[in-house]
């Protein structure tokens, strides 16, 4: 059977409703989700993000929409990949410390995409969104550090992905907490080196991750079963220490874990801010052209 706290995470996901989130944190929702599509419009004209996105409304029709592209539409896996890709190329994504990751971004286009063609209560939006962003960051506080290399977009994102989307499709809590372990399964084996050396392929690992979390709703309704303590399960293998499976259940319905994320004012890693904000400090108290070597 599964682990007490992951049955408790995933009754939580299946069953929380908008007059149990205080309205403060329905505002911050509010927040959370119009700064997370402001990072993915602006991102959608990033060269390869905008090809990968023609290449797919061009040639694959559907009903999800793929937000920056002509409007265009596409299936909803793949309009999430494109959608998660654009909202972190620019590193504008909202993040949360005590995760160490970006929450909103693992979460929100998967939601949309499967929205789009299903519900239309904004009531329900909310309620899956904050479903999908509160196990997100309880999965990762379970984890705890990542192994050195391992980048945190793409490792346990998709298991918030998948709850929001069982939410949003009023799934009983057993097969979403299937979904949650079957998304876990999906952990990419993401390389820091890829940020540090270049390579946009970092920009795709949220994408892959809302696709991922798509996928492993649809497995979980089609029948597919989840393994026993799936969460932790598939996952230890990025943790650095001891997985904590407490953290799964850890203050459910007390602590709002969106209510600590922060937000972005420089497009950049958040380590890099405090330079940065003393570098702006600078400017306005020395001439640059009075320098002559740092």
């Known amino acids: ?7 408790e995470l995933a009754t939580f996901a299946a069953e929380v409703e908008t007059d149990m989130i205080p309205d403060r944190v329905c505002d911050r929702v509010g927040l959370t989700v119009a700064d997370t599509l402001g990072a993915i419009v602006a991102g959608s004209t990033d060269d390869a993000v905008d090809a990968l996105a023609r290449r797919w409304t061009d040639s694959i029709s559907g009903g999800a929409t793929v937000i920056g592209a002509d409007g265009g539409e596409t299936v909803p896996p793949l309009a999430a990949l494109c959608n998660g890709a654009a909202g972190t190329v620019l590193e504008l994504d909202e993040g949360h410390r005590f995760a160490a990751g970006h929450p909103a971004i693992h979460v929100l286009p998967a939601l949309l995409a499967d929205a789009e063609i299903g519900y239309s209560d904004s009531d329900a939006f909310v309620r899956s969104f904050v479903a999908g962003y509160e196990v997100a960051v309880r999965t ?8 050195s290399g391992y980048h945190p977009h793409g490792v346990w994102g998709a298991v918030g992905g998948a ?3 069982a939410r949003s499709r009023e799934l009983d809590p057993e097969t979403t907490r299937s979904a949650m372990a079957i998304a ?3 952990a990419q ?4 080196e890829a940020a540090t050396e ?11 991750s809302n696709l991922a979390a798509l996928v492993a709703v649809d497995q979980a309704e089609a029948g597919f079963g989840g393994l026993r303590n799936g969460v932790a399960r598939h996952l230890e293998h990025a943790a650095a220490g ?5 953290a799964l259940a850890a203050g459910l319905g007390d602590r709002w874990e969106i209510e600590h994320g922060y937000f972005k004012i420089h497009a950049a890693c958040r380590y890099t801010h405090p330079a940065l904000d003393a570098v702006a400090a600078l400017e306005a108290e020395v001439d640059p052209s009075a320098v002559d070597g740092v």
């Not at 084996?189 to 820091?192: E, L, N, Q, V, W």
């Not at 270049?198 to 892959?208: L, S």
Request: overall charge neutral; cysteine-free.
């Open 163 to 165: 709850a929001a989307v």
């Open 242 to 246: 001891d997985i904590d499976e407490s």
């Open 140 to 147: 990762a506080r379970t984890l705890g550090t990542l192994r």
């Open 189 to 192: 084996h993401t390389r820091f």
């Open 198 to 208: 270049g390579a946009t392929v970092r920009n795709a690992y949220a994408g892959m």
């Open 1 to 7: 059977m599964p682990t007490e706290p992951e049955r």
């Open 184 to 186: 876990a399964n999906y």
